[in-house]
């Protein structure tokens, strides 16, 4: 029996009847981290790190039922072993290792291999079944040290403050900008963040991440010269909106691993494109299959059938699920969906 099959609802475990991160609402759910394409709302019961229950609660609603597990931490459902293990993605992310009767498979959820501050680091976990993501899965997608990327963004923060602009950059409210923030020099000047953004930061802060002081943009009239000196934390769905109004001239960027497609670069129609994901590139995927040991490779969302293709030429057993799973979005707070 596979331990985990593709069903209408998502990822099904048959001998511990329940699902990972399903798209449908369903009755038990085990969740990999709270990316809106992984946690959903309307689930009877969540399964999850203790990590990520600031996040879901804040995301979903706080009264969600919600059973939590600490890393490494066991539990035993209907025969199945289920552990959660670090992804190095976001804050509480994690991959779910199962086992039964002898068999062990892990699905990954998202991923990434390089450390950040911001998240436990990635962690391989040895198995028969790995579930992997695809998401940057060509070889075209190779990441430089995310240490340059942040000398980048600081340096073209500074030059706008030069020319007496402010400063704007979009990335994706959950992970994504506390990961931005972490790296930013604060001492450049004041950092303002989007109201589905200012939320989130408290999470983390509260997790013990350091992330520098941040204000409320919404706080912000057009004429305070402030604006100027600024950096502006603010999620992709902001850009052309009324409220990007409020900070007059400026500059803005966006940061994703798409940046690095030009054809990408145009069609967002901002001055910059800084190339940093949360997502393993191509040898981190690579990488972190080979360190699992599995002989048995299934592929989610992304370019399923170049990786699926490639590990078949290294001679693995390997083959795509078809799943609902996408980029991550610009899901707004419970608690705060006025920017």
Same mark, same amino acid.
């Given at each position: 029996?596979?331990?985990?099959i593709?069903?209408?609802?998502g990822?099904?475990c &048959?001998p511990g $009847?329940?699902?990972?991160?399903?798209?449908h *609402?369903?009755?038990?759910?085990?969740?990999?981290?709270?990316?809106?394409?992984?946690?959903?709302?309307?689930n009877?019961?969540?399964l999850?790190?203790?990590?990520?229950?600031?996040?879901? +609660?804040?995301? /979903?609603?706080?009264? @969600?039922?919600?059973q939590? #597990?600490?890393?490494g931490?066991?539990?035993?459902?209907?025969?199945?072993k289920?552990?959660?293990?670090? !992804?190095?993605?976001? #804050?509480?992310?994690?991959?779910?290792?199962?086992?039964? %009767?002898? =068999?062990?498979?892990?699905?990954?959820?998202?991923?990434?291999?390089?450390?950040?501050?911001?998240?436990?680091?990635f962690?391989?976990? +040895?198995?028969?079944?790995?579930?992997?993501?695809?998401?940057?899965?060509?070889?075209?997608?190779?990441?430089? &040290?995310q240490?340059? @990327?942040?000398?980048?963004?600081?340096?073209?923060? %500074?030059?706008?403050q !030069?020319?007496? #602009? !402010?400063s704007? /950059?979009y990335?994706?409210?959950?992970?994504?900008?506390?990961?931005l923030?972490?790296?930013?020099d604060?001492?450049?000047? *004041?950092?303002?963040?989007h109201?589905a953004?200012? *939320?989130l930061?408290?999470?983390?802060?509260?997790?013990?991440? %350091?992330?520098p002081?941040?204000?409320?943009?919404g706080?912000f009239?057009k004429? $305070?010269?402030?604006?100027?000196?600024?950096?502006?934390?603010? *999620? &992709?769905?902001?850009?052309?909106?009324?409220?990007? +109004?409020?900070?007059?001239e400026?500059? $803005?960027?966006?940061?994703?691993?798409w940046?690095? /497609?030009?054809?990408? +670069?145009?069609?967002?129609?901002?001055?910059?494109?800084?190339? /940093?994901s949360?997502?393993? $590139?191509?040898?981190g995927?690579?990488?972190? @299959?080979?360190?699992?040991?599995?002989?048995?490779?299934?592929?989610?969302?992304?370019?399923?059938a170049t990786?699926? %293709?490639?590990?078949?030429?290294?001679?693995?057993?390997a083959?795509g699920?078809?799943?609902?799973?996408?980029? =991550?979005?610009?899901? &707004?707070?419970?608690?705060e969906a006025?920017?």
């Amino acid at each position: 029996m596979d331990l985990v099959i593709a069903r209408p609802d998502g990822l099904y475990c &048959p001998p511990g $009847d329940f699902y990972i991160d399903p798209w449908h *609402p369903v009755e038990r759910s085990v969740i990999t981290h709270g990316h809106g394409d992984h946690a959903r709302v309307g689930n009877g019961h969540y399964l999850a790190t203790s990590g990520s229950a600031g996040i879901l +609660r804040a995301r /979903l609603g706080a009264d @969600i039922n919600l059973q939590t #597990l600490e890393y490494g931490e066991v539990i035993d459902h209907h025969g199945v072993k289920l552990s959660f293990h670090p !992804a190095g993605h976001v #804050l509480g992310s994690a991959q779910v290792r199962l086992e039964y %009767r002898g =068999e062990v498979w892990v699905a990954s959820g998202d991923y990434k291999v390089e450390p950040d501050g911001t998240c436990t680091p990635f962690e391989p976990v +040895r198995c028969h079944t790995f579930i992997t993501e695809s998401t940057f899965g060509l070889p075209i997608y190779r990441w430089r &040290p995310q240490a340059e @990327i942040f000398a980048e963004v600081n340096e073209w923060w %500074r030059a706008n403050q !030069a020319r007496g #602009l !402010a400063s704007v /950059l979009y990335s994706y409210a959950f992970g994504k900008a506390q990961r931005l923030l972490h790296g930013l020099d604060p001492e450049i000047g *004041p950092i303002l963040a989007h109201g589905a953004v200012e *939320p989130l930061n408290r999470v983390y802060r509260e997790a013990g991440i %350091r992330i520098p002081e941040t204000h409320y943009a919404g706080d912000f009239k057009k004429s $305070d010269p402030t604006l100027r000196q600024a950096l502006i934390i603010a *999620p &992709p769905s902001a850009g052309g909106s009324t409220w990007i +109004r409020r900070f007059g001239e400026h500059s $803005d960027a966006f940061a994703s691993g798409w940046m690095m /497609l030009r054809g990408t +670069r145009r069609r967002r129609g901002v001055d910059r494109g800084f190339v /940093l994901s949360d997502h393993a $590139d191509w040898p981190g995927l690579l990488w972190a @299959i080979e360190q699992t040991g599995a002989e048995r490779v299934m592929v989610t969302h992304g370019s399923v059938a170049t990786l699926v %293709r490639y590990l078949r030429d290294q001679g693995l057993d390997a083959q795509g699920f078809t799943t609902e799973y996408g980029e =991550e979005d610009d899901t &707004p707070v419970a608690t705060e969906a006025q920017a």
